[in-house]
Every structure is written in C-alpha cells, then in structure tokens.
C-alpha cells in the first residue's frame, strides 16, 4: 500500500502559478498510475489529470488543458502538478492518488490510495 503526501499548496492570486508535489512512500511507484483531484467547498470531488505508470501519457480534465501540467520522476517517487493562469473558482484542497490496476481512470472511485490533500487558494 502506498502512502501519499501533497505539499506546495498555497495562497496565490488569480492569474498566478503554482506546483504541487505528491512523495510516495511504502509501494513501487512505477507501477501506479497518478491522478490529481479536487475538491472545492461544498462540491464533489472532481478529476483534474492523470499519468500513466511511465510518465508517457497524461491526460487531463477540459477545464485545466493547456494550463495545467502532470509529470511524475519514478527516480524520486514523485508526481507534479504545475498550475498556471489560476482562477478564483480552483480554489480548492487538490489531492493526488494512486491506481495500480489498469489504465488511468478519470473517476476518484478508481483510486485506491490518497493523500490527504493540499490546500490551494486562487484569490481574485
């Protein structure tokens, strides 16, 4: 079972970046697929991107193309999320997950193991 924990959430204004990193711990990363969801006050949880085992493919939520960058380092058990052009409405806690059966799901029911969350405030 692998163990996850977000760090670099924060404050930031709108039009503002950030990068959020996920350290894995007690499992062989590679063989998970990681995901990025959020979570803002009062709504579901919602799939934001995803990374395949290898890094090779990412896939991501309409809403954060373009803007928004997945990456992982298997070297150092580790995924990214770089945000950029933040808006007030992204304001949310972000957690990372791990999937070791399959392809990547967009769906948090398709995730075993989670994180506890970062919180990220976009003020406008």
């Known amino acids: 079972q692998v163990q996850l924990v977000e760090s670099g959430g924060g404050l930031v204004q709108a039009g503002g970046s950030l990068r959020l990193s996920c350290a894995a711990s007690g499992g062989t990363f590679s063989r998970y697929n990681m995901g990025w969801f959020r979570q803002a006050p009062g709504k579901e949880r919602e799939f934001v991107a995803t990374v395949t085992r290898s890094g090779s493919n990412t896939y991501y939520a309409d809403s954060v193309k373009g803007r928004f960058t997945i990456s992982r380092d298997n070297a150092k058990n580790t995924v990214y999320l770089q945000m950029s052009s933040l808006k007030p409405e992204e304001t949310a806690v972000y957690y990372c997950?791990?999937?070791?059966?399959?392809?990547?799901?967009?769906?948090?029911?398709?995730?075993?193991?989670w994180g506890q969350g970062t919180q990220v405030i976009v003020s406008s």
């Open positions: 997950a791990a999937d070791s059966v399959g392809y990547p799901g967009f769906q948090d029911y398709e995730y075993g193991n």
